[in-house]
């Protein structure tokens, strides 16, 4: 059973992940090398508690968050650590070398990549066996799936030891049986953002109509009927009258779209620099944050409802 947990990097998915995890009893540590991060990661813990309380989460005994400055007192005694830094091969390295000599030969090391195969991560470890991967989906905190993926020398005990973790925390994991790039969720989530980029730069529809479009009809019918279970419901042969057009009507580009790159190099990067597809004021941001959580939290409130009848 595992006890200590350090969470490295503390951007957009380490605060909520490292609140979680303490909230189930666990005692985390969490370290950034920027300390203006860990500060801000401080200043989130209330938002992040509402929410989990309006989940009904409540925290169970034994938990703990501590902030660090020092990876040495982060991973000290540490039973898991889980790399949350940018991702960038060489950043990661640079991570699990630093790990080398401060862990003990126990503690099991996860990589909350999107989708750099693991590996190719694990080329950069001494001990590959005890590493897996571990993706969440933000925000974190309220994101109840989280991907297990194994590498080609990943330990069967270690991804089962993840497993284990996810269902005591009363979370669901999802193992992925093929260590492919964007693993599973990443997959879907990218062939929809390319075709919705095409769709948007290519003038059929507005990015604000798309998202209506998206979120009204696709997204709210996914999160109860997954993809699979929709063929079914639909039928396969109207599924395979329409792909029989269609399919080959899809983006297929393998480079990254202008309207992208454009904005990028501009550092309209979206919620984090007040400007991407839309612009935001810092008051819009706030209240924006606030809505979706309570709007996910009621939404995962009727799925939990749903799945209990
Ligand atoms: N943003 C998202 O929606 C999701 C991201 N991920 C993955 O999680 C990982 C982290 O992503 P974000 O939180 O979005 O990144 P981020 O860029 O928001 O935060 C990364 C944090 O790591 C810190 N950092 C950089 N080098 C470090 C080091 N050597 N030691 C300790 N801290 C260091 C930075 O100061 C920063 O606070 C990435 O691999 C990303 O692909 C996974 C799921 C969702
Ligand atoms: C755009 C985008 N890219 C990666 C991830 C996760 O790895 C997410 C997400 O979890 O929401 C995302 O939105």
Known sequence: MMKRIAVIGLGTMGPGMAQRLAQGGLVVTAFDTDG???EKAKAMLPLITGVLDRLGITPKPGGALHFTTSLADAVKDADLVIENVPEKIEIKA???RALEGLIASKTLV???TSGIPISKLQEHLSHPERFCGMHWS?????IPM???ISGAKTAPETAKAIVT?????GLLPVVVNKDVPGFVENRILYALLREAVDLVEEGVIAPEALDTCVSWGIGYKLSVIGPMALLDVAGLDIYHSVAGFLNQELSTRGDIAPFVTKRVAEKRLGLKTGGGVYAYTPERIKELGAERARKLVAV???LEEKDRT
């Open 138 to 142: 933000n925000p974190p905190h309220i």
């Open 94 to 96: 640079d991570v699990y």
């Open 146 to 148: 989280i991907e297990v």
């Open 165 to 169: 973790l996810i269902e005591e925390l």
């Open 300 to 302: 995962r409130r009727a």
């Open 110 to 112: 996860v990589s909350d």
């Open 36 to 38: 203006a991060q860990i």
